[in-house]
């Protein structure tokens, strides 16, 4: 079933431009738009511009995917994404030609056409404010590159040209920079993460040897250069030591926060306190009970108004039983998952700092050890895991507190979550997955709240 769901892919219509976007590329005899399949769980950008490299043998970056659905007539919705030929005076793929986007308007039907005019539409919105859409101007990879020059000849680097690109938007994007040495990451992001860029640069300069060095900082684009890091992402290794190393890095990171706290907390880190999560327990119980009430499926079933009042009352306690143990509030993330930790001989590095809190250190650990569970073979080791957090935490600190602490933070951890996203405030849930996946959080915190309960049960029996 997973291996099934992996494979799952979604049709992209392509806008393959060049010319400072006056020329896209059609198919000859019936005028149509390339397209490529991308699967559901994979980067879109990363995918389409390996795609059109394989498949016709072009070289491109991405300047956006569309966020909103083209329709023609009946037709089923389809998304395109907007590449851009890096060599302008390339021949067209065999069977394909290029014309102006005008002729491709008359030459088209369909969805194609949709495609087209949608593009047009949104290129000259994003023109009519370019420095609020940075990343959808053609040749802006040029500027990058020139900009990108400056800023790394004082570290003896000189970019090649050569790129790997992971993300695009018109506001954010992640590209890996090839140099005479070692490559550089460039990373910008939009209004939603706008707050990465000064806590990146903050931790950075406070605590240089969890985070990658950075190397320049373009400010009108909110994007920064920063240094590859040596060593394995965690998710692709398995050894018990390197997962031992990146929990105790985590504690370390946390616990020389503390100290650091006011600085850290003016560089825009979202407050989750638990006085913060408590005041939001009511509103949100309130709008889960509303959702609940509109699931149209039987299975599984909604949570019952009683079920919700339970959970309300039982986060409550939570919140302030965090309180009580008396944890140092410390830097924490959201979802740490172990694609985002890379791990060496001599240092954990935690990369992509977009969904950071100041709170309850312990959350950041109940994601880490989750995503363990999800990939670990061996789940044997989970006790020497949780082992290498608790102990370093023990400098700060008494055990039983710990322990009790480990134990709550799971529930609070998936309250924080969810509530940090925002999406469970709109009034309107338009996209049934979104709503889907509020109930589904809902129940899992319903399971938690049990769990704790029964374990509390246990004790006083």
Known sequence: MADQTKLETRPYLLIVTRNNGGEVLLYLGLPSL???DVTLHGRPAEQLVT???QHYSLETCCLWVSHRPTTYGVAPPEKYAVMEILEQNAPPPAGMLWVSTREAMSRTGGIARAAVEAFIQDLDRYRAGP?????????????????????????GLR?????WQLNAGPTFSLIRLQTNRAPVWFKATGETNAHELPISVCLERLLPEYVPRILGVHSSWNGWLSAHVRGALLREVEDRLAWEAAAGALARLQIQSIEKSTEIRASEVPDLGTGKLAELIGPFIHRMSELMQAQEKASPAPLTKVELASLHDQLGQACRRLEDLGTPESIGRLDLNPGNIIVSRDR???LDWAETYWGHPFFSFAYLLEHFRRQARDLSFEGALQSSYAETWRAVCAAEKISEALVIAPLVAAFAYIVAARSWEQQTLLDPGVAGHLRSMTRRMHREAKAIEQRRQTCLS
């Open 159 to 163: 970019p090649t040209g050569g790129f």
């Open 51 to 53: 795609g059109l490299h």
């Open 34 to 36: 390339p397209s490529l």
């Open 348 to 350: 954990v590095v935690f």
């Open 131 to 155: 420095e609020t859409a940075p990343f959808a101007r053609p040749a802006w990879i040029q500027e990058l590159l020139s900009w990108a020059r400056a800023q790394l000849q004082p570290f």
